[in-house]
């Protein structure tokens, strides 16, 4: 069954805040084999954050996505700044577009990355290919 189209233009609440620290920059960058040298965060380090936006879209129960039909297309991040230990950061997704081809759902997404005080860090943009069943 295809992902419900009324998603398209919707956005999600907030993710609970997330604290960045040290020891989690570290275990990121030693699993990803980035290096870390104590100051910013790796690049891609915001998809912890991101991901939990993204999941709350897959828990949906109205969008439609069952996760095990999921591939992640692409990913990429735009920064107004790095982020850093200490930092308590919260993803905010909002579904850009929606297209149906050949089968399978294009979910275009962005998930606005802000910390404590409500400014901008990051937006994370994701590709999800949501494929039919079959």
Do not use: N, W
Not at 32 to 48: K, L, N, S
């Amino acid at each position: 069954m295809p992902v419900d189209r009324s998603v398209a233009g919707r956005t999600f609440p907030p993710t609970a805040p997330y604290e960045v620290s040290e020891p989690k920059i570290r275990e990121f960058a030693a699993a990803t084999g980035c290096e870390y040298d104590g100051a910013a965060a790796p690049a891609t380090f915001p998809i912890v954050v991101a991901f939990a936006a993204m999941q709350a879209l897959m828990d949906d129960p109205d969008v439609g996505i069952s996760l095990h039909r999921v591939v992640h297309g692409e990913q990429r991040f735009s920064y107004t700044r790095p982020v850093v230990a200490g930092d308590r950061l919260a993803a905010q997704l909002s579904v850009d577009s929606l297209r149906q081809i050949a089968g399978a759902d294009i979910i275009g997404t962005s998930s606005q990355i802000t910390d404590a005080d409500g400014e901008h860090v990051c937006t994370a943009f994701a590709t999800l290919v949501h494929r039919e069943e079959g």
